[in-house]
């Protein structure tokens, strides 16, 4: 497939509106859809849909097929390992790819710490095994997680999340001793300080509310964080803001947690965001970019709190065979170019959209890491009102001329492209979104 989007007629095309019919009848109407794209076929940046139209995908699955889509070398290590064993539950037998990969997210993970590794097959199990492992550890059970962040819908992973109430609403009680602290957006700050007059409120709310009153330290487990909010709107916190926490952290005996799940697996140029901080989570949650779109989370642990006896936690497909193989081979790429390529457009498509917020009255702020861009769209830059309808018509004209973007948060578009993206289809992507954005 070439690499630059090819359309073919009028969106959708009639073999889209077909299955789109038929899955209106019979697939929970819980899902979200923006637009109506129907893929039939991915590879690297370019999807094809049911009608032949070619797409850039700047949404990569959700930020999973972080090695595009269906890399040769991820076809080529499942296909293999399909051939050879495609299930045999690491929970009761071994074999070498539950070893092998635990090695290396044991070795990759950040921080010069021994660590252990437990196996599930989404991000919200990768937190569920940490909520788990912190309240194992620790003997304590409360939690503190952060206002706009996203853990995942299952039970426990759903307490934390605290994105919109369209998520939780009806589904309660969720896990009690949960409370939330204001996550740093700095562009819209939750104290109304400027940047520069900053003492790390959000820090302080947990050090001198959270703790003094509902979360006592003798009763607090761990600190949940996604160290760049993803489906909060791709906002970037201060490095003072992980300082401080590991501080709070330490001193009061709290295990910190970071949520990879979307901002790992080299999305922001190097492995883990957290490195972008020099800071180093005792419990990390792993998944979406983790196996080139093979479902597979990974609870990375100090090995020192990984202790629970067998049967505490495990999981029947967790870790199966043709999941680690195509990780193995996905986190090989990420070592042996990716994460680099993923630095350097990251640094190009900043370059030109840096100015955006000078050139279209309607872009507030454009913020990222590596290839992890959110554009904040506001009414009016003055008073940052959000333009979540603005947003709305933006993703569907992008659809409308090739270019597939998700939003994230109420107002902001996201940039998560597959780390093989290159300049030309960088630059496609900037085009199709001022053409947009005028
Ligand atoms: C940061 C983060 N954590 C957890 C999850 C949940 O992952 P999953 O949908 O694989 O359960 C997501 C999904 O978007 C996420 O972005």
Same mark, same amino acid.
């Given at each position: 497939?070439?690499?630059?989007?090819?359309?073919?007629?009028?969106?959708?095309g009639?073999?889209?509106?077909?299955?789109?019919?038929?899955?209106?009848?019979?697939?929970?109407?819980?899902y979200?859809?923006?637009?109506?794209l129907?893929?039939?076929?991915?590879?690297?940046a370019?999807?094809?849909?049911?009608?032949?139209?070619r #797409?850039?995908?700047f949404?990569?699955?959700i930020?999973v097929?972080?090695?595009?889509?269906?890399?040769p070398?991820?076809?080529?290590?499942?296909?293999?390992?399909?051939?050879?064993?495609?299930h045999?539950?690491?929970?009761?037998?071994?074999?070498?790819?539950?070893?092998?990969?635990?090695?290396?997210?044991?070795?990759?993970?950040?921080?010069?710490?021994?660590r252990?590794?437990?196996?599930?097959?989404?991000?919200?199990?990768?937190?569920?095994?940490? %909520?788990?492992?912190?309240?194992?550890?620790?003997?304590?059970?409360?939690?503190i997680?952060f206002?706009?962040?996203?853990?995942?819908?299952?039970?426990?992973?759903?307490?934390l999340?605290?994105?919109?109430a369209?998520?939780?609403?009806?589904?309660?009680?969720?896990?009690?001793g949960?409370?939330?602290?204001?996550?740093?957006y700095?562009?819209r700050?939750p104290?109304?300080?400027q940047?520069?007059?900053?003492?790390?409120e959000c820090?302080?709310?947990i050090?001198?509310?959270?703790l003094?009153?509902?979360a006592?330290?003798e009763?607090?487990?761990?600190?949940?964080?996604?160290p760049?909010?993803?489906?909060?709107?791709?906002?970037?916190?201060?490095?003072?803001?992980?300082?401080?926490?590991?501080?709070?952290?330490?001193?009061?005996?709290i295990l910190?947690?970071?949520?990879?799940?979307?901002?790992g697996?080299?999305?922001?140029?190097?492995?883990?965001?957290?490195?972008?901080?020099?800071?180093v989570?005792?419990?990390?949650?792993?998944?979406?970019? %983790?196996?080139?779109?093979?479902?597979?989370?990974?609870?990375?642990?100090?090995?020192?709190?990984?202790?629970?006896p067998?049967?505490?936690?495990?999981?029947t497909?967790?870790?199966?065979?043709?999941?680690?193989?195509?990780?193995?081979?996905?986190?090989a790429?990420?070592?042996e170019?990716l994460?680099?390529?993923?630095?350097?457009?990251g640094?190009?498509?900043?370059?030109?959209?840096?100015?955006?917020?000078a050139?279209?009255?309607h872009?507030?702020e454009?913020?990222?890491?590596?290839?992890?861009?959110?554009?904040?769209?506001?009414?009016?830059?003055?008073?940052?009102?959000?333009?979540?309808e603005l947003?709305?018509r933006?993703?569907?004209?992008? #659809?409308?001329?090739?270019?597939?973007?998700?939003?994230?948060?109420?107002n902001? %578009?996201?940039?998560?492209?597959?780390?093989?993206?290159?300049?030309?289809?960088?630059?496609?992507?900037?085009?199709?979104?001022?053409?947009?954005?005028?």
């Amino acid at each position: 497939m070439d690499g630059l989007p090819k359309l073919i007629g009028p969106l959708p095309g009639p073999r889209a509106r077909a299955i789109i019919e038929r899955d209106a009848r019979v697939v929970s109407p819980s899902y979200t859809r923006s637009y109506p794209l129907v893929a039939e076929r991915g590879e690297g940046a370019i999807i094809e849909d049911v009608d032949g139209n070619r #797409f850039l995908d700047f949404s990569a699955g959700i930020a999973v097929v972080a090695t595009g889509h269906c890399h040769p070398r991820v076809v080529e290590a499942i296909q293999k390992q399909a051939a050879r064993l495609i299930h045999m539950s690491g929970t009761d037998f071994y074999y070498e790819g539950m070893a092998a990969l635990a090695e290396k997210l044991a070795e990759i993970a950040p921080g010069e710490v021994p660590r252990r590794v437990a196996f599930g097959n989404s991000g919200a199990e990768a937190i569920e095994g940490s %909520i788990k492992l912190a309240r194992y550890a620790t003997g304590r059970d409360k939690i503190i997680a952060f206002f706009g962040c996203f853990h995942g819908r299952t039970l426990g992973a759903l307490s934390l999340t605290a994105r919109k109430a369209v998520q939780r609403g009806h589904f309660g009680p969720l896990l009690p001793g949960v409370v939330h602290a204001p996550y740093p957006y700095c562009y819209r700050c939750p104290f109304g300080r400027q940047p520069e007059g900053c003492a790390v409120e959000c820090v302080k709310h947990i050090e001198d509310t959270l703790l003094k009153t509902i979360a006592p330290p003798e009763e607090t487990a761990a600190i949940v964080v996604e160290p760049v909010l993803g489906e909060g709107g791709y906002v970037v916190p201060p490095k003072k803001f992980f300082d401080e926490l590991a501080r709070v952290a330490q001193q009061n005996g709290i295990l910190l947690i970071f949520d990879e799940v979307q901002s790992g697996m080299g999305r922001t140029g190097k492995m883990w965001a957290a490195e972008h901080f020099d800071a180093v989570p005792d419990i990390l949650a792993v998944a979406k970019g %983790i196996a080139g779109g093979m479902p597979l989370g990974a609870t990375v642990a100090r090995a020192d709190l990984m202790t629970w006896p067998p049967g505490a936690h495990a999981s029947t497909f967790g870790g199966n065979p043709v999941c680690c193989a195509a990780a193995l081979a996905t986190i090989a790429l990420l070592e042996e170019g990716l994460m680099k390529n993923a630095a350097r457009m990251g640094a190009h498509l900043m370059d030109r959209m840096r100015e955006w917020p000078a050139r279209f009255p309607h872009v507030g702020e454009v913020r990222g890491l590596g290839l992890m861009i959110g554009i904040d769209l506001v009414r009016d830059q003055r008073t940052k009102e959000k333009a979540p309808e603005l947003r709305g018509r933006v993703l569907r004209q992008a #659809f409308e001329r090739g270019l597939l973007v998700l939003g994230a948060g109420d107002n902001a %578009i996201r940039l998560c492209p597959p780390l093989v993206i290159t300049r030309d289809q960088c630059d496609f992507a900037m085009e199709t979104l001022e053409e947009c954005l005028r």
